[in-house]
């Protein structure tokens, strides 16, 4: 036995080299979710104050650009 604990509680990756517990492994992936969840809805977010600035730039300026 080791100072991590016994060698069932670890899940190994493919090279070998490093060495994981199950719990590591979840919240790893429970914090890529959440970055996943948080971006998503930072896009959505900012979709919608771009759609309703669009009238007012349109107002404020008479350029090609916003006709």
Known sequence: ?????????FFLSK???????????KSR????WIMYLTM???SVG???VIMSVWPYLQ???KCEVFN
């Open 1 to 9: 036995i080791n100072s991590l604990g016994s060698d069932n509680d």
């Open 15 to 25: 090279n070998r080299n490093v060495v994981e517990t199950q719990e590591h492994y």
């Open 29 to 32: 992936w429970r914090s890529i």
């Open 40 to 42: 998503f809805l930072s």
């Open 46 to 48: 900012f979709s919608i």
């Open 59 to 61: 107002k404020v300026c």
